[in-house]
């Protein structure tokens, strides 16, 4: 079936600005989570989602930064004023809840292939 | 603040020969889990262990969980050009569901 899908897969954008980055999860997917990479490092934790509410927002850096998923569903991380050090690799990933399970375990996260934000 | 360490941070590898990646971690821990990644794509999950001595095995690819020494190890068996890739391991602190990655381990397989 389909992975877990990002839009755009590349985004430029000047200091200052204002952008979102869009996730589509796994269908039936209720647990969907953010992290950033930056180059030759692992990822780091943003954001949490289980259903519409965020249930863990304490890997957002700073108050520029916000996520929501009004519908359970697709989620938009948005991110206000940029500035050069935003510039990373932005991951999305989806999981079953812990209590559903999964064939690779309760609740193996799997990655979409990211947007890569560039702040100019 | 749980801390991810993996080393090496990066290996050159003979095919044919074995080598072992080393994941530690700094406090108690739900569940481990190992993903790949190949350069400028997404992390694909290899696998996942939940508990003290636990040993998975696809391929040319094991890991096994010692949660006493807060210690993962990837073994990789008669290593080949395919595996070249960037191994992270991943730690779930306490049920949170947000994961704290290691470094990477850059893996370079020469003919």
């Known amino acids: 079936g389909a992975g877990v899908s990002q839009t755009p897969s590349n985004k430029v954008t000047e200091k200052g600005k204002y952008v979102e980055l869009r996730c589509d999860p796994i269908?039936?997917?209720?647990?969907l989570y953010w992290y950033r990479q930056s180059l030759g490092q692992g990822p780091e934790f943003l954001i949490y989602?289980?259903?519409?509410?965020?249930?863990?927002d304490s890997g957002l850096p700073n108050d520029r930064f916000f996520a929501v998923r009004p519908e359970g569903s697709v989620s938009t991380l948005k991110i206000q004023r940029t500035e050069r050090g935003d510039s990373a690799v932005y991951l999305c990933?989806?999981?079953?809840?812990?209590?559903?399970?999964?064939?690779?375990?309760?609740?193996?996260?799997?990655f979409g292939p990211g947007t890569r934000l560039t702040v100019l | 603040e749980l801390k991810v360490e993996q080393n090496p941070l990066f290996l050159s590898m003979q095919e044919g020969k074995n080598y072992t990646i080393y994941c530690n971690y700094s406090t108690t821990s739900d569940r481990l889990y190992w993903y790949r990644q190949d350069p400028g794509k997404s992390l694909e999950s290899l696998f996942v262990l939940l508990s003290n001595g636990a040993v998975k095995q696809e391929g040319r690819l094991m890991a096994s969980l010692d949660t006493k020494a807060r210690l993962s190890t990837l073994h990789i068996t008669a290593a080949v050009h395919d595996l070249s890739a960037t191994y992270f391991c991943a730690v779930d602190y306490l049920a949170g569901n947000k994961l704290t990655f290691g470094g990477g381990t850059r893996v370079l397989v020469k003919p």
């Open positions: 989602f289980q259903g519409t509410g965020a249930a863990d």
């Open positions: 269908s039936g997917h209720t647990a």
């Open positions: 990933a989806s999981s079953l809840s812990r209590e559903t399970g999964g064939q690779e375990g309760p609740d193996t996260q799997y």
